[in-house]
């Protein structure tokens, strides 16, 4: 029995490094993309990628080290990122992210 829990800890400490580090590749090639993307859509598309990928980098860090108390940062980074997502749409259409119309 014991045997089978290292095995499972090995396992899922080999996936958690693998993917660690593909996300943090994909977070240099989104740093690349909003640096020189071609438009701003593509550097919003880019910022949006961005939270996700922090969002799965530190569930990934939760499973990790086994704790429950990252959950919550994760939810904050995915608040965050939305609201991000919702400004930057508005001034890409817009030009303005606060309307001062007092009609």
């Not at 071609?38 to 990628?49: E, I, K, S």
């Not at 980098?57 to 704790?67: F, V």
Request: proline letters at 3%; aromatic letters at 4%; glycine letters at 8%.
């Amino acid at each position: 029995m014991k045997a089978a829990i290292q095995l499972t800890e090995n396992i899922i400490e080999i996936t958690v490094i693998g993917c660690s580090i593909i996300i943090a590749i994909s977070l240099v090639l989104l740093l690349y993309r909003i640096l020189k993307g071609p438009t701003n859509p593509d550097r919003a598309v880019g910022l949006d990628t961005i939270g996700i990928n922090l969002m799965a980098l530190t569930g990934l860090i939760a499973i990790y080290l086994s704790t429950p108390y990252l959950n919550d940062i994760v939810l904050l980074v995915g608040i965050i990122g939305f609201l991000g997502t919702l400004a930057t749409a508005k001034y890409v259409e817009k030009g303005v992210i606060i309307d001062r119309d007092m009609d």
